[in-house]
């Protein structure tokens, strides 16, 4: 049992460039979610779903896009890469009723 | 919408001494209430969580908290505070607007431990 695992833990894209970051879970939850975590902001929550084929928005969704084709994984796409997204980004799983949310290792992203 | 407030953004305490991290949050109802702790370069581990009952909720590593509906706050509190909990501390609600699937966070507070 793995838990929430995200890769990659590190990553350093150029401006413009794309890239997906990859979320999985184990635990047959129906919440997902994403949020990144900037200093002195704490983490902000950028888009969620709460089940297969189910997306939503958070409260800072612009440059992102998810979909969730399967309960197990959640990746998050970078679509046009700024510096202003340099960030760590933290995937979390939570079992329907919110009773825990479970979090992966996070992903630091630099954007040069 | 919810929001969180964690008004302390750094506090250091001696080691040995007693600890209390202040958390108010909005919201109209009783929201899910969680403390979440993070170390530096790692992920979040959650301390403890509340959905109801008794307004007083133990957790791991030596940490309890108390819900103030009057207040709208949960404090973190830890009686004897050792060097390892030195790290940040994040104070989290879940609520039935977002049918508990998402965590709105304060911004955190740095805890730092003298010797």
């Known amino acids: 049992n793995a838990g929430v695992t995200q890769t990659p833990k590190f990553q350093v894209l150029k401006t413009g460039q794309s890239m997906t970051l990859q979320c999985a879970q184990d635990m047959n939850h129906e919440y997902m979610s994403w949020y990144r975590q900037d200093p002195g902001m704490g983490l902000r929550l950028i888009h969620y779903?709460?089940?297969?084929?189910?997306?939503d928005q958070g409260e800072v969704p612009n440059g992102y896009n998810v979909s969730r084709s399967t309960t197990e994984d959640f990746p998050l796409r970078l679509l046009s890469a700024a510096p202003s997204q340099t960030s760590v980004y933290f995937c979390?799983?939570?079992?329907?009723?919110?009773?825990?949310?479970?979090f992966g290792q996070g992903t630091r992203l630099t954007v040069v | 919408a919810q929001s969180v407030t964690q008004p302390d953004i750094h506090i250091t305490v001696s080691e040995g001494a007693s600890l209390e991290l202040r958390c108010n949050y909005s919201?109209?109802?009783?929201?899910?209430l969680f403390w979440y702790v993070q170390s530096p370069g790692q992920g979040l581990q959650l301390l403890l969580k509340?959905?109801?009952?008794?307004?007083l909720v133990q957790g791991i590593k030596g940490f309890e908290a108390e819900f103030k509906r009057s207040q709208s706050s949960f404090n973190l509190r830890k009686p004897s505070v050792h060097w390892s909990d030195a790290a940040e501390y994040f104070c989290a609600v879940a609520t039935r607007d977002s049918g508990y699937s998402t965590l709105t966070f304060g911004k955190g507070t740095m805890l730092l431990v003298s010797p």
């Open positions: 779903s709460v089940g297969a084929g189910i997306t």
């Open positions: 979390a799983s939570t079992r329907q009723g919110g009773t825990e949310a479970f």
């Open positions: 509340y959905f109801s009952g008794d307004t």
């Open positions: 919201y109209g109802a009783t929201p899910y």
